[in-house]
Nanobody, 124 residues
Framework: QVQLVESGGGLVQAGGSLRLSCAAS????????MGWFRQVPGKEREFVAV????????NYADSVKGRFTISRDNAKNAVYLQMNSLKPEDTAVYYC?????????????????WGQGTQVTVSS
């Protein structure tokens, strides 16, 4: 089992940057592809980015491509989401998630474990 704890959210002005971190418990972190999702009230959870077990492959939602970067450090059991050029529409609760599949995916149902989320608010 994996426990995930996100941090790094907060309030930032449009055009600013934030770096989210997700710390994972356990010794098997490298067995999981890791994803970031986001959700606003009344809407479904939305895929943001995913990184493979080794970190060699990543994939992004079109809405964040070129602005967000996902990375991981398997030695530290951590995954990160660097968010640049933030827009008000990026405002959401951001969740990290772990998937036992090799590359992860864009569907929340492909993920086995979830963190509690961290709030990101981008003011205009």
């Amino acid at each position: 089992q994996v426990q995930l704890v996100e941090s790094g959210g907060g309030l930032v002005q449009a055009g600013g940057s934030l770096r989210l971190s997700c710390a994972a418990s356990g010794r098997t972190f490298s067995r999981y592809a890791m994803g970031w999702f986001r959700q606003v009230p009344g809407k479904e959870r939305e895929f943001v980015a995913v990184i493979s077990r080794s970190g060699d492959n990543s994939n992004y939602a079109d809405s964040v491509k070129g602005r967000f970067t996902i990375s991981r450090d398997n030695a530290k059991n951590a995954v990160y989401l660097q968010m640049n050029s933030l827009k008000p529409e990026d405002t959401a609760v951001y969740y990290c998630a772990a998937s036992l599949t090799l590359y992860g995916g864009r569907n929340p149902y492909e993920y086995d474990y979830w963190g509690q989320g961290t709030q990101v608010t981008v003011s205009s």
